[in-house]
């Protein structure tokens, strides 16, 4: 049954893609002051582990829905809803590359989430090989990688949905170090593109693909020397061993992700009930606002995000709101659900044109002459 549209829950989608250097959401967690922001003035907001992780750092949002990149853009396309839940079973999955003493930091992470934060976990599982990340740099800056026994993740997620029941899985794979590299210093300093992003993205992918489960991961990285010049922006990754908090509680309340032949409930959210989506205004190519562009989802592009993409929603001929900031996309989401035009709230009013029928085209002002 459909709700009155004026009376469902608004709800929007905050995008910030992976690894292509997003000036707002493109280091430790950053993005997490935009969401806030978002979720106070919608019901629902939808947004993925890039805008809400920040390592030991995370800022609980009652109204926000942490949803895997390939989850949403399923969900995005219609080919998956989204099942509220009130706490998950987490199970953690630890890459054997992971040394004995990393691998006990780790450890106790998710012992301190239950005694501390009463997060309900699975016992963990580790992987019956290395998991063998490689980090790579497209020409275009943007970063990727590859795992090369992903067959021997999939054997451990298998064993945590089947065996141990779990509901969401966290996995911290042991990524390489790469201390002295000019591409580290920059992103420690505030500058360039997250290297770990990318290869994070396709681990987490993997998952939610084949088993349908929410999933985010943590990379298991040695501490780096401190740096007194470190960057604000890339600080919450340098305050222990791990960065596996932040995702431990987001999953906790990870929505569910369920398909069109799910006993549906009540509650589900389906992509027809998105109100808005708000993404950098040059990373428009992606999956979900591809998807979203062809309902009547009111995009919001944000000019100020600049990002290593430079794919518009001019170039793909997607009609879109373009704001300069994400102060200003909240303001013009207040006016979006109260029901005013953005436009009306400034000093630049258009006046009506008349509108050509035969060419389908206005071609001047309604006045008499």
Same mark, same amino acid.
């Given at each position: ?117 009463? $997060?309900?976990? %699975? #016992? ?8 063998? &990340?490689?980090?790579? *740099? @497209?020409?275009? /800056? ?121 006993? $549906?409930?009540? %509650? #589900? ?8 989506? &708000?993404?950098?205004? *040059? @990373?428009?190519? /992606? ?83």
């Amino acid at each position: 049954m459909s709700l009155d549209p004026v009376r469902r829950p608004y709800t929007a989608i905050l995008i910030v893609p992976t690894g292509v250097g997003a000036a707002i959401g493109g280091y430790a967690g950053d993005a997490l002051p935009v969401a806030r922001g978002l979720s106070q003035v919608v019901d629902r907001l939808i947004t993925h582990p890039n805008v809400l992780n920040g390592a030991q750092l995370y800022w609980p949002l009652s109204n926000a829905l942490y949803t895997e990149g390939y989850g949403l853009d399923q969900f995005a396309a219609g080919e998956w809803g989204l099942r509220p839940v009130r706490q998950n079973r987490i199970g953690l999955v630890l890459d054997q590359a992971i040394e004995p003493d990393l691998r006990l930091r780790h450890l106790q992470v998710a012992d301190a989430a239950k005694a501390t934060l009463g $997060l309900s976990l %699975t #016992d963990y599982v580790m992987t019956d090989q290395p998991l063998g &990340v490689t980090l790579k *740099t @497209a020409d275009s /800056g943007t970063t990727w990688g590859t795992i090369q026994h992903p067959d021997s993740l999939l054997r451990a997620v298998e064993k945590l949905k089947h065996d141990a029941k779990a509901e969401a899985i966290a996995v911290v794979a042991r990524f390489p170090d790469d201390v002295g590299s000019l591409a580290l210093q920059e992103y420690r300093h505030g500058q360039g593109v997250d290297c770990l992003a990318g290869a994070e993205a396709i681990i987490s992918h993997l998952v939610v693909r084949t088993f349908r489960l929410p999933c985010a991961h943590a990379p298991a990285l040695s501490p780096l020397p401190i740096d007194p010049d470190l960057s604000p922006r890339s600080a919450a990754e340098e305050l222990g061993y791990t960065f596996l908090p932040c995702v431990l509680v987001g999953l906790s309340q990870a929505p569910q992700l369920i398909d069109r032949h799910s006993r $549906l409930q009540s %509650t #589900d959210i389906w992509a027809e009930q998105v109100d808005v989506l &708000v993404v950098p205004e *040059t @990373a428009c190519g /992606g999956s979900a606002v591809l998807s979203l562009s062809q309902t009547p989802t009111q995009i919001i592009t944000v000019r100020e995000n600049t990002t290593q993409l430079h794919v518009t929603a001019d170039q793909l001929g997607i009609a879109r709101l373009s704001v300069h900031s994400y102060l200003e996309a909240i303001g013009a989401i207040a006016a979006l659900r109260s029901g005013l035009n953005p436009q009306s709230l400034t000093a630049q009013i258009d006046p009506i044109r008349l509108y050509d029928q035969s060419s389908g085209e206005s071609i001047g002002s309604n006045r008499l002459h």
